[in-house]
């Protein structure tokens, strides 16, 4: 067993405070909120269950987790309904609408520039 593993593994939650496994060592009849989505589930307001944990670089800890949720506890996503279709077009209208010239865009406007590519850099553009 190598050490990695020993320090994600704590099935009892001692060390952690809740029920620890490595990466892709979870026991059945748990899942993460993705693996929870792709059978149609979602956690219901249930409460953590458990976590998985893996060494990162990424991250400033240098270890990166998932929470796990017990599936039998797990309830049916919400359909979406009408009004939720509707909110979700106008947030993408307003994600493809420049906030300076109020044109329309085919694509998200970039968050880094917070506005189109042709108002954020006006001198590039050729002349008529």
Not at 99 to 119: A, D, H
């Amino acid at each position: 067993m190598g050490t990695a593993y020993a320090k994600c593994f704590d099935p009892s939650g001692a060390r952690y405070g809740i029920p620890t496994f490595p990466w892709k060592f979870a026991p059945d009849g748990y899942a993460t909120r993705r693996q929870l989505r792709a059978q149609g589930l979602r956690p219901g307001g249930q409460p953590v269950a458990g976590q998985v944990m893996r060494r990162s670089r990424h991250h400033e800890t240098g270890v990166s987790v998932a929470f796990l949720y017990r599936v039998e506890l797990a309830l049916p996503v919400r359909p979406m309904t009408s009004r939720k279709w509707g909110a979700l077009a106008l947030a993408m209208l307003a994600r493809r609408t420049c906030p300076r010239c109020r044109v329309v865009y085919s694509y998200c406007i970039p968050r880094s520039l917070g506005m189109c590519v042709l108002c954020a850099y006006p001198a590039d553009q050729p002349a008529a």
